[in-house]
């Protein structure tokens, strides 16, 4: 069993920036991809970025903005944003793959206009 604990999240105006941090807790050793995703009210949960083996992976609405990194000695990902935009808001998850997915609880980020 995996364990994802998220935090980082808040609010901030436009064109401001947030660092998510997702730990991983149990049989980590077995994740393979870890990302985020986010769902804003009324919409589909949506990919943001994963990454796998230093391979990265992000939506096109975030490309040149959102940054993710991976410490796999802290079992730890991260989601570097920059230039917020209110269209971010979401709540962001934190997302792993091994034998089987994980899901953290959710972070709230809110971006003022």
């Known amino acids: 069993q995996v364990r994802l604990v998220e935090s980082g999240g808040g609010l901030v105006q436009a064109g401001g920036s947030l660092r998510l941090s997702c730990a991983a807790s149990g049989s980590s050793n077995r994740i393979v991809t870890m990302g985020w995703y986010r769902q804003a009210p009324g919409k589909q949960r949506e990919l943001v970025a994963t990454?796998?083996?230093?391979?990265?992976n992000y939506a096109d609405s975030v490309k040149g903005r959102f940054t993710i990194s991976r410490d796999n000695g802290k079992n730890t990902v991260y989601l570097q944003m920059n230039s917020l935009k209110p269209e971010d808001t979401a709540v962001y998850y934190c997302y792993a793959r091994g034998p089987y997915v994980y899901w953290g609880q959710g972070t709230q980020v809110t971006v003022s206009s």
């Open positions: 990454i796998s083996d230093g391979n990265t």
